[in-house]
């Protein structure tokens, strides 16, 4: 049985919304620490403030890259990732172009999820890669997590939230699909997931870390059902 602490450490604390500000990152990084989360996930013009508010807390930060699309080139994907891995990001987690993907353009991916995992692993920081499963089909998702694992990538990792939450049988697909050191991260879930959700997913589905805002609150649940045993 996991400790709280330990628990906390399968959670990144998710403040990605398009209309957060300076307070929000303060009040979420206030939250981080003091339940010693894995990671605060921000987007990438937040990751100094972010920097600055965790340090000495041992919490680590991770930007989003080429949020929420995907759609930028890779060129200035990759621009983003080398400025974010400069500020000491411990994590990064990158959307892959899905309109690549559902073309076939699977030069265009590997290339892509390489660079991503290559400029990740020489910085010493987990690389996740985003897949919105959504939009993808079940041969889709089972190419794409194999090329992930081809390349060392940290964690494949299922939506961004900004559309279609994944689904249980998305998240088998993965976890069948996996190999190497490669582990599935579960986030774009409701803000009503709960610590039943959680702990299923931990337990049957292979799943090692959520991103949630919710993470603060999920730890707290746990917290009261140890109380129970």
Not at 156 to 164: D, E, H, W
Not at 202 to 208: A, D, R
Request: glycine fraction near 8%; proline fraction near 2%; charge should be negative.
């Amino acid at each position: 049985m996991l400790t709280a602490n330990e628990f906390a450490k399968h959670f990144d604390l998710a403040i990605l919304a398009p209309n957060t500000q300076e307070a929000d990152i303060l009040a979420g990084c206030r939250t981080a620490a003091e339940y010693q989360v894995n990671t605060i996930n921000v987007n990438s013009c937040w990751v100094e403030t972010a920097k600055h508010a965790l340090e000495g807390s041992g919490v680590g930060y991770s930007a989003v890259i080429g949020f929420p699309y995907g759609t930028p080139i890779s060129k200035v994907k990759y621009l983003e990732l080398e400025e974010m891995l400069n500020l000491g990001c411990t994590a990064c987690d990158m959307v892959i172009n899905v309109g690549a993907l559902k073309d076939g353009n699977l030069a265009l991916v590997h290339d892509e999820v390489k660079t991503f995992a290559d400029m990740c692993r020489e910085a010493k920081a987990d690389s996740k890669l985003i897949f919105e499963v959504g939009f993808l089909t079940d041969e889709e998702i089972a190419t794409l997590t194999k090329i992930c694992c081809e390349h060392g990538i940290t964690y494949v990792k299922t939506a961004t939230g900004s559309q279609a939450f994944p689904d249980m049988h998305q998240v088998q697909i993965m976890k069948a699909n996996l190999s190497g050191d490669t582990k599935i991260k579960v986030s774009g879930v409701p803000r009503t997931f709960t610590l039943a959700a959680a702990l299923f997913m931990f337990e049957h589905l292979g799943v090692s870390l959520i991103g949630t805002r919710s993470a603060g609150k999920i730890v707290d649940q746990y917290k009261d059902y140890l109380k129970t045993l």
